[in-house]
């Protein structure tokens, strides 16, 4: 990438948008995970009025933000479905709700977990009964070894090929649906791959999937199978799912009820940034880092390596805010190079650095803590509680 592609929209954003006081940042260790409450605010709202202001619409997914602090204002917000990939993101978010005193949770595990992970799922389920808790389901047996305190979702493929079954399968996912009996409660539909390069070519994509699901959908209901909820859309696609006239007013013509499913909208990212043209929000997640090398002319080095900032991703891995003439190189694992445009003065050792990461769900993964700047800009540690995974189940 040369520095002419930055996003324009990212490159509006000044340094003092996100800088914090030095009394602060002369005692905080980088690299650092840091994050705005109020800006988290401001792409919630902003999300739902995308949705004409109905949080019923929205499940989103808690892989990207794994905090109890973020999770609580989607629940002020009114959020009650939501979807994860991990049984420590489902507890995080459960016990979050528990201590608002809300149990009308509805929570899909958007993974087709096997092995101990569904016995550690029905623990938590009967835990937290008062919850709704359903799993994702692509086969027959599967679906009849999934603990009967859990509900079900069949998952499709709508060629993405990472999970779920083809619609142009019938059999298949009619014997899933046969097998899921009494606790089928819909489908699951991830159309992550749709990343055409215009908002039209990316809407005419969407709805043309999503033609054939609600075609299926249909077909299902003629055959006296009515589905609950169909949930589709990640980030990439959603804004087209929510004006697709199958899903008028978030139902099918069937009755079936309609959800999107983005997670990453809530931090945003460089990478949603530059992918999606016509999605404004504003990072309320960066990695706070400093300049530690200058190993070579117009080459800088930071403190953030793939151990504090995702790099799967592909490059450039993170956009410096206020620095648009800087263009993060392939990082090693302590070590973020930076080339500096020509003519272009190189930032001291030991200078700040503010960036958004190209993919902030697997960045946020990887601290364990981050620094949370409350709605008035007061600082405080919080645990990223649902980071990793669980390793042993217990009883």
């Known amino acids: 990438m040369t520095h002419s592609t930055i996003t324009p929209r990212l490159a509006r954003f000044a340094l003092d948008d996100y800088a914090l006081p030095s009394s602060l940042t002369d005692k905080v260790m ?7 409450e109020q800006r988290v605010q401001n792409n ?8 004409d202001g109905e949080p ?16 609580a204002l989607l629940l002020k917000a009114g959020l009650r479905q939501f979807k994860c990939a991990t049984v420590r993101e489902a507890r995080c978010l459960l016990s979050t709700a528990k201590s608002l005193h809300l149990d009308d949770i509805d929570l899909l595990i958007a993974y087709p977990i096997q092995g101990p992970s569904l016995a550690h799922l029905a623990q938590l389920a009967k835990e937290f009964s ?3 808790i359903s799993v994702l389901t692509e086969d027959p047996q599967h679906a009849l070894q999934v603990p009967d305190v859990l509900s079900l979702f069949v998952d499709v493929n709508p060629g993405m090929n990472r999970t779920g079954l083809r619609l142009s399968e019938p059999s298949r996912v009619n014997a899933v649906l046969s097998a899921a009996g009494a606790r089928l409660r819909g489908m699951h539909y991830y159309d992550g791959h749709v990343h055409a390069a215009t908002a039209q070519e990316r809407r005419k994509m969407v709805h043309a999937l999503h ?5 299926f959908e249909a077909s299902l209901a003629r055959d006296g199978l009515a589905l609950g909820e169909l949930v589709t859309s990640g980030t990439p696609a959603f804004q087209y799912a929510l004006d697709f006239e199958g899903f008028s ?10 959800r999107v499913s983005p997670g990453t909208v809530v931090f945003h990212d460089f990478q949603s940034d530059e992918l999606l043209e016509d999605l404004a929000l504003e990072p309320a997640a960066i990695l706070l880092t400093r300049v530690v090398s200058h190993p070579a002319e117009q080459v800088i080095t930071s403190d953030a390596g ?8 592909g490059d450039p891995c993170a956009f410096a805010i206020g620095y648009p003439e800087l263009t993060a190189l392939r990082p090693s694992e302590e070590h973020l190079p930076w080339a500096v445009a020509p003519g272009q003065t190189q930032p001291a050792l030991g200078e700040l650095l503010y960036l958004v990461p190209r993919h902030i769900c697997p960045s946020v993964n990887l601290a364990e803590q981050a620094l949370w700047i409350d709605a008035n800009g007061k600082a405080r540690i919080v645990d990223v509680v649902a980071r990793g995974h669980e390793l042993m189940l217990t009883s």
């Open 30 to 36: 980088s690299p650092a995970l840091v994050m705005y």
């Open 211 to 215: 033609a054939d699901l609600v075609a």
């Open 130 to 132: 008062e919850a709704k």
């Open 44 to 51: 919630i709202e902003h999300m739902l009025n995308l949705m």
């Open 306 to 313: 793939s151990k504090s900032i995702a790099a799967e991703a």
């Open 56 to 71: 019923n619409r929205w499940r989103p997914h808690l892989k990207t933000t794994k905090t109890p602090e973020v999770y």
């Open 249 to 258: 007013g978030g139902m099918t013509r069937t009755g079936a009820v309609h």
